[in-house]
């Protein structure tokens, strides 16, 4: 199965099954952007229901603005960018870089402004604290996984017209990995979950988290594509994938060889999917591929590899949704097995998340 077409499959009106879409948590710090998409160019996106414009000032800084002029709602991402200033190309108004409106063609801006987000760069990407208070904006909340160091990696983006917690809960089950993608190994599959305990979650953020663990006795297969080692490799494999809500899901695999004296140079990969809502139905996903070792193979055809694989998660998810939004047969429509805990933890957590929020 491969697709590239990451546009839903039907036009017709979303009615939302209310228990199996979770609402927007934005009390985080979230992806907006690689880092290597910040340039002089004025660029948009949405995130959490509202459109944004990003840029790299004069001095290097970088700047996420709400992309609504404040005076008759004119993307600021279409309007004329003048040193460090933007003119809104409709009537005029211009706004420095942290949102506040300088001038207005025959009138005074007085408090005039637009939202301006806190930025953080961490590994290739730009994070942005959509919370309400900007004070609150402490870097240490971002749950950058400690494993990644040094070594190499690749980096992609993958758009899923689903509702996040879908994007989170295909990647707190493996099991589809033999199905869907033809990968993983039986042996993976049939291996039973274990919820991870709090000291095996992400330190300082184990209240945010959920994720379980396979300890398993099987070969290398193909993670051993990227660093040139021998697929039938026997080692002990130790994989642990957790979702930091709301923003980040990462698997720390570990291997180890049975054989003290194989050549194999793998020891552990990394897969991490910053997940980013662009709204209740669309989710950005920034993915990085990392291992500890140099990549042996062209980097770009890994990288297509990989995005390959997401791609086929994309058209599942595209299905389920469509199926979500307009079967309306009363009853329990999703029997759920051991497998299913991790998700189904997930997705209270991230209701609970937004229901403080709310209060
Ligand atoms: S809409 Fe921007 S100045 Fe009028
Ligand atoms: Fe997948």
Not at 261 to 287: G, M
Not at 308 to 319: G, I, K, Q
Request: charged residues 25%.
């Amino acid at each position: 199965m491969t697709t590239t077409e990451n546009a839903p499959t039907t036009a017709r009106p979303l009615r939302r099954s209310p228990g199996a879409v979770a609402p927007l948590v934005r009390e985080a710090w979230y992806v907006v952007a690689a880092r290597s998409e910040f340039g002089h160019e004025l660029k948009q996106r949405w995130i959490l229901g509202e459109p944004v414009c990003f840029f790299e000032a004069e001095d290097g800084s970088l700047i996420v603005l709400d992309d609504r002029c404040a005076h008759r709602r004119f993307p600021l991402s279409r309007s004329v960018r003048e040193g460090d200033t933007i003119r809104c190309r409709y009537h005029g108004f211009t706004y420095g870089t942290d949102g506040r409106c300088l001038a207005v063609p025959g009138a005074t801006p007085g408090d005039i402004k637009v939202r301006s987000y806190p930025t953080v760069e961490r590994g290739p990407w730009v994070w942005i604290w959509t919370g309400a208070d900007a004070e609150a904006a402490d870097p240490g909340l971002i749950p950058w996984p400690k494993e990644i160091d040094g070594g190499d990696g690749v980096t992609g983006y993958t758009n899923n017209p689903c509702n996040y917690s879908m994007v989170h809960e295909n990647l707190l089950d493996l099991t589809h990995l033999e199905f869907l993608h033809g990968i993983g190994g039986h042996d993976f599959t049939v291996t039973e979950p274990r919820l991870l305990s709090a000291d095996e979650l992400p330190a300082g953020f184990a209240d945010l988290s959920v994720g379980y663990g396979k300890d398993l006795h099987t070969v290398l297969s193909h993670f051993a594509i990227s660093a040139g080692d021998d697929p039938t490799t026997p080692v002990f494999r130790t994989g642990r994938m957790m979702s930091v809500t709301p923003a980040i899901n990462y698997a720390v695999e570990r291997f180890e060889p049975t054989d003290p004296a194989a050549t194999a140079k793998l020891r552990t990969v990394v897969i991490a999917h910053c997940v980013t809502p662009a709204d209740d139905s669309s989710t950005h996903q920034f993915w990085m591929y990392w291992q500890d070792v140099p990549f042996v193979v062209d980097r770009d055809e890994r990288a297509a590899l990989v995005k390959t694989v997401f791609n086929e998660d994309v058209e599942a998810l595209t299905w389920i949704q469509e199926y979500m939004d307009h079967d309306e047969r009363a009853g329990v429509v999703e029997h759920s097995v051991p497998a299913d805990v991790p998700g189904l933890r997930l997705r209270r957590l991230l209701h609970r998340l937004a229901a403080s929020e709310r209060a």
